[in-house]
Structures are given as C-alpha cells and as structure tokens.
C-alpha cells in the first residue's frame, strides 16, 4: 500500500518556551492486522496494540524547522536538548505472556540525502521498567536504514526479530525504543526518519524519548518538552509499535477446534455472539472474553462444547452486561479449552454499536487463513466462493443464515497455489468482489 501523506492541520506548540510549529500530517490508513510477519492473538501468540490500531487515525508529526518530532536524531527539544530514542511502554499485566520475540514498527518515511547513510543502522531495542521510564536494555536488533525505507516504498511495516526470545520483565512492564542517534538532521546532512503515532490525546501518553540534556542522556515523557507556551495542552500519543508476544517457547498454537465463523452485534445494551464449528475433538467449550481496548480481556461466562464431533454445530452467547463497560466499542474472543485443559484463542471480534454496512478481507496477500469480516444489517443467506484466474470456483462455501452484525468468515487456503485469486461473497440483497493473492 503506498503511504501518501497530506497536511491536515498545524499546531502551535512550544520548545523551552519559544513557539515552533509542528506540522500534524495524517497517513493514509493501513489495516494493522494486514501486515508481513503478523501473528493474530490466539492464546499462544500476539502482535500487541495491532487490533487495537484498526481503530486509531494514523499521523506523523513534522517539526516545522524540518525532520519529525518523532524519529529524528538531534532535533533539538529545547535549546540543550537533544532527541536520540523514542520509546513506547507496554503493559501485559495480568496476561499471561512471557517472551518477546521481535516486533513490528510502522514508519512515514525513511530516507536520506546522504547515500552513504543509507547503510547505517537504525537499532531497536527492548528495556525494562525504571520506575516509569525506561530502564536496562534487555535486547536490541539492528536494521539498515536502506532496509527500513524499502518497507515504506513497499508500504509495509519493518519487522525486526530477536536472536532468541526474550523473557518478559517479572513487571510485565516494558519499552520497545527506536534508536536513531546514528543519523543527523543538520545541513548538509537530512536523515529524515519519522514514526507513525496516534492522533494527539487519542490515547493516554506511552511515548518516550531519550533525550541528551547538557550532555547528559536522559527519559522523558513526550509532553514533557512538547507542550503549548500556556501549559494548557501536551503531546500524548501512542507510537505505532507492535511487539510480538509468546506464552511459551513453542510455536504458535492454532485452534484444534475448526471454528467457520465468529459473529455478533450491540442491541438494546445487550451483545448477541455466534460462532460456528465444523469439527471438534475433545472439545470442553468456550470461555467467552471481552474488552474495551482490544488489548485487556477478562472472562465473562462459559459454553459448553460437544467434546467430538464432525457435523456442523452452531454455538451463540448474549452478553447482557455490556453496557457496564461504557464504551460505544466493544472487543470479544473465544478462549476454546480442551478436555485435558489445553486451550487457545480465537482472532478478536470487534463491535460498534452502529453498523457501517462495509466489508473487508485480510491478510491479503494470505499464506494460511485468510478472514472475510461481513457487517449485515439484517439476518442474511450468505455463501462465499473463490475463483482462480481461469474463471474456476476453487473454494465453494454455503455460510447458511447469519445473523445481523458483525461475521467473520474465515478462508483455509492451505490447499490453494501461490497465485491471484477473487474473492465472491453473496448476500440476500449484495454480492461483494475482492482480490486475492496467496502467497
């Protein structure tokens, strides 16, 4: 996906209490859970902040005398101020993670007026908890900076990958920091290198940077240097970083249980769910988990599952208590167990309480499992097909009646060869067509 860039609107912030300009600019929006080296939340294994980010407008922010507030080494904070990392914090309290294995890092742009810069590395490091700030470093991996701005032409995320998975701090708490100190931002030399981040106090402040003052490198929280001359606003964002996660050093479990589809919708303060399998094996059944950011799940109730079966078997579940949360968005997942207390996670459902009537298919390219996400404002037969280049149907699917709402259909493509494909959806009243490509 090309990543365009327009200038949205200018704030007026302040350094050291002189007015600059910062330039707020939107990216064009990516689907986070649509990237190379993606690996959706399934009990075992997470891309942190990922679903969460479907939600969020995307934004880099240009300081005004040139480079980005965030990404660009020696721009100067204040007058003895000097950036040279930006960090995100993360906390998996209460999860059950225990390793980090590398990440994934959006940047708007990567490039340089020096070629001989373009071999530099650009280093990303993992740090443990300092009482706020980011403390020891746990790990780094470099990427040259000629590899990072190939990912941006390609409008890809950059992956870096540990050597070894790396435990999780007995905090749970952790920064994952890029480190650009090795570029420059004074004439001749513009090493332009910014960091993709949320839209200012879209989120609570999880932005850091390492800052040399007076020679001395020191953590700061983004809004302790960038704030308006009043004090009456800051700089609060979250920085487009996304850690892989593990619970154990095993890969990656998938669900043992095929599930067709998992569904649901909001009405009159209550979430009707609905998921579907088409065999099971030694299937307890289903924790039912919800959350309000995508990212924290607690449990909220228990389906019992048939334990083995090879035949079509349809499951639904009503949260009634869903206007507790107070959130006009809701998450869910199903924690699938296991009778000898194995257990796995499906992808995570995300609920609004308007339907947008849209719909959309990711990963594309695919390599396994692709996921038609459907929103139908009504109860609806709905049968998907998928067909080669040639006009052969290769994939033929009868989804039955789904309920209104939010379905995601999921597309096993194990068996299909590398190569381009469509996408054919039918409903009572729509058919939709989308490219495939399986990798």
């Keep these: 996906m090309s990543k365009n860039f327009i200038l949205l609107v200018t704030l007026l912030y302040t ?123 746990l790990d780094s991996v470099k990427i040259s900076l000629s590899k990072v701005s190939e990912d941006v032409a390609q409008g890809k995320l950059t992956e870096f990958l540990l050597a070894t998975p790396l435990a999780v701090p007995a905090s749970k708490k952790f920064y994952v920091s890029v480190d650009h100190s090795n570029f420059s931002w004074y004439f001749p030399v513009k090493d332009s290198i910014a960091i993709v981040a949320t839209d200012n106090h879209a989120t609570t ?40 996660l593990r619970n154990s050093l095993s890969v990656c479990n998938v669900l043992p249980v095929n599930i067709l589809n998992f569904g649901g919708f909001i009405k009159d303060n209550k979430a009707y769910l609905n998921w579907s399998t088409a065999t099971e094996s030694n299937n307890k059944g289903f924790y039912v988990e919800r959350s309000k950011d995508g990212r924290n799940f607690s449990s909220i109730g228990f389906v019992n599952g048939v334990g083995n079966s090879s035949q079509l078997t349809n499951y639904t579940y009503t949260d009634i208590t869903v206007k507790d949360i107070l959130a006009t968005t809701t998450y869910y997942r199903i924690k699938q167990v296991d009778i000898d207390g194995k257990e796995s996670t499906s992808s995570i459902l995300k609920l609004d309480l308007k339907n947008t009537g849209a719909w959309r298919l990711y990963p594309n390219p695919v390599k396994d499992i692709a996921t038609v996400e459907l929103n139908l404002t009504a109860s609806s037969k709905v049968s998907l097909q998928v067909i080669s280049r040639d006009g052969k149907i290769v994939i033929s699917s009868d989804k039955g009646t789904l309920t209104q709402g939010t379905q995601q259909i999921f597309i096993h493509t194990s068996a299909l060869a590398k190569g381009s494909y469509v996408v054919r959806v039918k409903t009572d009243k729509e058919t939709y067509s989308m490219p495939m490509v399986k990798e």
């Design 15 to 137: 350094l050291n209490l002189k007015a600059q300009h910062v330039e707020l600019k939107q990216v064009v929006p990516q689907t986070y859970t649509n990237v190379s080296g993606f690996s959706a939340p399934n009990g075992s294994c997470d891309t942190l902040n990922a679903y969460a980010a479907n939600s969020w407008q995307a934004y880099y922010y240009k300081y005004r005398g040139g480079g980005s507030v965030v990404g660009t080494n020696n721009l100067k904070a204040t007058k003895n101020a000097v950036i040279l990392e930006d960090a995100n914090y993360f906390d998996v309290s209460g999860s059950d993670y225990n390793y980090i294995t590398g990440g994934l890092v959006d940047f708007a742009f990567a490039n340089t007026n020096t070629p001989e810069n373009l071999t530099k590395n650009i280093v990303f490091k993992i740090y443990d908890d300092n009482g706020g700030t980011p403390g020891a470093t």
């Design 205 to 244: 402040n999880a932005g850091f940077q390492l800052t040399r003052v007076n020679g001395t490198p020191q953590w700061f929280p983004l809004p302790h240097f960038w704030r308006n001359a009043d004090g009456g606003d800051s700089l609060d964002l979250t920085l487009y970083i996304f850690p892989y």
